[in-house]
T-cell receptor
């Protein structure tokens, strides 16, 4: 069974631009969540989608948004990029119920210059 | 809300020695507990999880963890480490049965385990 797939793996953007990251969950998983990982703040939860609906949201500004499609694939978007948005963005998937194992992708490395 | 404290940011150890990575948590509700490992330039891989039942949980790669409710701890142990265990380890919690924080793990700051030959 294929794991969680994230694209692109690496990207460089300029301040003020926007970026879209893509995630394909494990087959059969309906929940997709996103995390930001930085050396200073560690791993922080961004949001979670289940069957195309956002069920949970972390404490990030509105520049960070996401969506989920009917095939459970998800995208997250960051608008008006700031230098501090440079991070590893991790996507994770699960069956969507409390206690289910959450499986992570290898992440998308975003550098903002 | 939950919080997780990993008591050691770095743990150096020699190959074949035992190791313990410490994790304490705080929560006003029951929790499920997890340990993940992250190798360089990779995502997170689940080592083990505690949902209920026996407080001693066995995971992959010879790791185990013990849930201690009175001390709100979930320490990770391995009796004999290998060079290949060098990585960063994260303890995480999520609300337990009846919780609605779907997909939301609260992580500790991580412990870098370095195994020396």
């Amino acid at each position: 069974k294929a794991g969680v797939t994230q694209t692109p793996r690496y990207l460089i953007k300029t301040r003020g631009q926007q970026v879209t990251l893509s995630c394909s969950p494990i087959s059969g998983h309906r929940s997709v969540s996103w995390y930001q990982q930085t050396p200073g703040q560690g791993l922080q939860f961004l949001f979670e989608y289940f069957s195309e609906t956002q069920r949970n949201k972390g404490n990030f500004p509105g520049r960070f948004s996401g969506r989920q499609f009917s095939n459970s694939r998800s995208e997250m978007n960051v608008s008006t990029l700031e230098l501090g948005d440079s991070a590893l963005y991790l996507c994770a998937s699960s069956e969507g119920f409390t206690g289910n194992t959450i499986y992570f992708g290898e992440g998308s490395w975003l550098t903002v210059v | 809300a939950q919080s997780v404290t990993q008591l050691d940011s770095q743990v150096p150890v020699f190959e074949e020695a035992p190791v313990e990575l410490r994790c304490n948590y705080s929560s006003s509700v029951s929790v499920y507990l997890f340990w993940y490992v992250q190798y360089p330039n990779q995502g997170l891989q689940l080592l083990l999880k505690y949902l209920s039942g026996s407080t001693l949980v066995k995971g992959i790669n010879g790791f185990e963890a013990e849930f201690n409710k009175s001390q709100t701890s979930f320490h990770l142990r391995k009796p004999s480490v290998h060079i290949s265990d060098t990585a960063e380890y994260f303890c995480a919690v999520t609300p337990g049965a009846g919780g609605t924080s779907y997909g939301k793990l609260t992580f500790g700051q991580g412990t870098i385990l370095t195994v020396h030959p």
